[in-house]
């Protein structure tokens, strides 16, 4: 059965009487607690997979499945990192992160728990010795940390992060890879990531989902990514493993960029 199914997904955008048919048949089991991520070219459909399972986005055709329950909207269970944070500017670290717990929580947990919970999922992307500070008054990557914590603080079954460190610089982006493959071995929870990085996937992912160039894009091959756990990434770089699956994401991007220039 699978613990989130996506079964033969298909999305067709209409605005008059203009149809985009970005996926077609898109078809993937995913295990609880699997890291997958998503690669593929710019405009293939990535991010519109993601807003699927988010549930912001209704499909055309097949569905999507978890736990037994068909996502048809947003929920908690599913918390979305966006790669421009979405912080709200007038609120501290703190307050943004307070809020989603608010949102969740109420009801649940006592204002103790939640200023507690709040505080201890800053910790986890070691950001809370800016609470009190806001979004402008921080790095991106600090941001991107917050909108983690936000996203985490939700407790959501699947963690879905779309390109989260795209804008950020090599080293920052090394770091939160880090925080990210530290906090998954914590909670074991389920995470699936775009990312345009090849060594971002390799390092990260459980499994790398490669897609197929759009038009109605669907999955071209599925990869395996034999590194135990805890990763270093120093270790990796060097690890035959590692290389044959870097090697093999990018003569997948390498072959379909081809066909796209042959066909234009
Ligand atoms: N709401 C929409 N209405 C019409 N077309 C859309 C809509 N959203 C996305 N598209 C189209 O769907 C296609 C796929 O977009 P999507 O953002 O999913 O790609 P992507 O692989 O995430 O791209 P990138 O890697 O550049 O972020 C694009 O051609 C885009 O123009």
């Given at each position: 059965?699978?613990?989130?199914?996506?079964?033969?997904?298909g999305?067709?955008?209409?605005?008059?009487?203009?149809?985009?048919?970005?996926?077609?048949?898109?078809?993937?089991?995913?295990?609880?607690?699997?890291?997958?991520?998503?690669?593929?070219?710019?405009?293939?459909?990535?991010?519109?997979l993601?807003?699927?399972?988010?549930?912001?986005?209704?499909?055309?055709?097949?569905?999507?499945?978890?736990?037994?329950?068909e996502?048809?909207?947003?929920?908690?269970?599913?918390?979305?990192?966006?790669?421009?944070?979405?912080?709200?500017?007038?609120?501290?670290?703190?307050?943004?992160?307070?809020?989603?717990?608010?949102?969740?929580f109420?009801?649940?947990?006592?204002r103790?728990?939640?200023?507690?919970?709040?505080l201890?999922?800053?910790?986890?992307?070691?950001?809370?010795?800016?609470?009190?500070?806001?979004?402008?008054e921080?790095?991106?990557?600090?941001?991107?940390?917050?909108?983690?914590?936000?996203?985490?603080?939700?407790?959501?079954?699947?963690?879905?992060?779309?390109?989260?460190?795209?804008?950020?610089?090599?080293?920052?982006?090394?770091?939160?890879?880090?925080?990210?493959?530290?906090?998954?071995?914590?909670?074991?929870?389920?995470?699936?990531m775009?990312?345009?990085?090849?060594?971002?996937?390799?390092?990260?992912?459980?499994?790398?989902?490669?897609?197929?160039?759009?038009?109605?894009?669907?999955?071209?091959?599925?990869?395996?990514?034999?590194?135990?756990?805890?990763?270093?990434?120093?270790?990796?770089?060097?690890?035959?493993?590692?290389?044959?699956?870097?090697?093999?994401?990018?003569?997948?991007?390498?072959?379909?960029?081809?066909?796209?220039?042959?066909?234009?």
């Open positions: 059965m699978g613990y989130l199914r996506i079964s033969r997904v999305k067709t955008f209409e605005s008059g009487s203009r149809r985009t048919e970005v996926l077609r048949d898109v078809d993937l089991t995913i295990d609880r607690g699997e890291f997958v991520s998503i690669i593929g070219h710019s405009g293939c459909g990535k991010s519109t993601l807003n699927l399972i988010a549930g912001l986005t209704e499909a055309t055709k097949g569905g999507i499945v978890l736990e037994g329950r996502v048809n909207a947003p929920g908690p269970d599913r918390a979305v990192v966006f790669q421009n944070h979405s912080l709200l500017p007038w609120l501290t670290v703190y307050g943004n992160v307070r809020l989603a717990v608010d949102k969740v109420r009801g649940r947990k006592s103790a728990e939640r200023h507690e919970w709040t201890h999922n800053l910790d986890l992307v070691q950001m809370r010795h800016a609470a009190d500070k806001r979004p402008g921080i790095s991106g990557g600090m941001r991107q940390r917050v909108g983690i914590a936000r996203a985490l603080a939700m407790e959501p079954k699947v963690l879905l992060l779309d390109e989260p460190f795209g804008a950020l610089d090599a080293l920052t982006r090394a770091h939160l890879q880090d925080a990210v493959m530290e906090i998954h071995a914590r909670l074991r929870n389920t995470m699936i775009i990312t345009h990085d090849v060594d971002e996937a390799v390092l990260l992912a459980d499994r790398i989902v490669m897609m197929t160039n759009g038009p109605a894009a669907t999955i071209g091959e599925v990869l395996t990514v034999p590194l135990p756990r805890p990763r270093d990434r120093i270790v990796a770089a060097g690890d035959p493993a590692c290389l044959r699956a870097r090697q093999a994401v990018l003569r997948f991007l390498h072959e379909r960029h081809r066909l796209v220039a042959a066909a234009e």
